[in-house]
T-cell receptor, first 114, second 113 residues
């Protein structure tokens, strides 16, 4: 079946602009995660959804970052007033509801803020 | 709290040699442990996971890992490296009551012919 899909694969934007990154998880997966990966680093947790609600958003770096999952499927990560430090690969993953279920990752969106 | 330490940002081996990638974790309760692999221009994919059923876990592509509670380690091994094993490897830990894995910084495996 289809895996996790992330669009766009690459996004270049100017400092101060608003961006939206989209994630389409595996059908039937109720858990959805956003991570951020900088060069030479491992994935850094941003936010976790269980169904439509954000169960844990403790990883969002500041209030410029926001994510939604209105129907419990597709999720959008929104970044306002982008800064050069936001440049990274944004990863989305989904999993079945279980503490030991592995995450299924998309290929990521590479965001570059100029 | 949970954390993961991967020793060595790069590991270089010859084709056919033993692969050993190190992972140590910090957890106050029994953890779930995972190894993921990321091939160039691809997403992370699961290699194997430990969930307390057996301390020696076998994964895909001939990899295995052993959970050692006394050493708080979950090192990844493969008896004989193949050129196609060249990739970035990530160790991850999550606690039983948490659904949020914490990832290590990753180890880049380089395989020489």
């Amino acid at each position: 079946g289809a895996g996790v899909s992330q669009t766009p694969s690459n996004k270049v934007t100017e400092k101060g602009k608003y961006v939206e990154l989209r994630c389409d998880p595996i059908s039937g997966h109720t858990a959805l995660y956003w991570y951020r990966q900088s060069l030479g680093q491992g994935p850094e947790f941003l936010i976790y959804f269980q169904g439509t609600g954000a169960a844990d958003d403790s990883g969002l770096p500041n209030d410029r970052f926001f994510a939604v999952r209105p129907e419990g499927s597709v999720s959008t990560l929104k970044i306002q007033r982008t800064e050069r430090g936001d440049s990274a690969v944004y990863l989305c993953a989904s999993s079945q509801t279980s503490g030991n279920s592995p995450l299924h990752f998309g290929n990521g969106t590479r965001l570059t803020v100029t | 709290a949970q954390s993961v330490t991967q020793l060595g940002s790069h590991v270089s081996v010859s084709e056919g040699a033993l692969v050993l990638l190190r992972c140590n974790y910090s957890s106050s309760v029994p953890p779930y442990l995972f190894w993921y692999v990321q091939y160039p221009n691809q997403g992370l994919q699961l290699l194997l996971k430990y969930t307390s059923a057996a301390t020696l876990v076998k994964g895909i592509n001939g990899f295995e890992a052993e959970f050692k509670k006394s050493e708080t380690s979950f090192h990844l091994t493969k008896p004989s490296a193949h050129m196609s094993d060249a990739a970035e490897y990530f160790c991850a830990v999550s606690l039983g009551g948490s659904y949020i894995p914490t990832f290590g910084r990753g180890t880049s495996l380089i395989v020489h012919p």
